[in-house]
């Protein structure tokens, strides 16, 4: 399938609700309809991170998905049904008996593309003593070109997005619940992965308050060139942008940083610094 070049995306900028997965599926729902009803219907509907639970951490056992089978079975619903991409945020799932922070993606025929469990834990929320890290870099087919995923935590980690650009990734999809006061660290860290690796950055963040955190929102698109194509406030919304995946190959051809890596310089591991 060839890529579609240009693509309508909308962040679901949602407030969650803590521990409270089946009125967070209604709210969500809600909002993603109001999306398909806007006068620019988006290709891709994009959701924050944790969307089902908030960091409910202290009860995540017993409020996770199971095997992620809920969620897993309305979003490709709503996918087909809206002839919709679908880049799930992520939600609490258990699988084995261990929960991991896992987004799902889907395509237009509400067929499942994707699975990523959360890598890099972190640990300023306790993330790592309830929940079980991820161990694999996962790209994903949108629309002919490549998406490739990541959640909030894991854009501090340059070789992931490095990773997944090498692997063909054009778009880097981020869903996030990302607190203040480190809007300044969220903007310039997706502006770096945007301009470092040639490619869009899709980053959606929830808004609303929970324990001592505020989510600040401020989703953004941004290009490959590093330009804000679009950035929400820090109320509830609904973030819209469209991107151009020709823009990807035009900077890449411009500036030709793939080619002039120097991959065997970069050898270094743990032991040798
Ligand atoms: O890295 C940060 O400052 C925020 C990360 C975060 O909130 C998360 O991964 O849930």
Redesign the pocket.
Known sequence: MTAKPTLNITMIQSDIMLGEPDANRVRVKTQMEQAMDMDIKPDVIVLP?MWNTGYALDQIQDLADAEGALSKTWLAQFAAEHRVHIIGGSVAQKTDGLVRNTMYTFNRDGELTAEYS?IHL?R??E?EKHLTSGDEIVTFPIEGAMGGAS????I?FPELSRTLALQGAKVLFVP????HP?LH??RTLLTARAIENQMYVVACNRVGSSGKDTFFGHSLIIDPWGEIIAEGGESEELVSGQIDLNLVDEVRTKIPVFEDRRPYLYQLDRKDI
Request: hydrophobic share 40%; net charge negative; charged share 40%.
């Open positions: 991170e959360k972190f300023l929320m993330e959640i909030c935590y894991d501090r996030a619940e990302w607190p480190r660290h969220w």
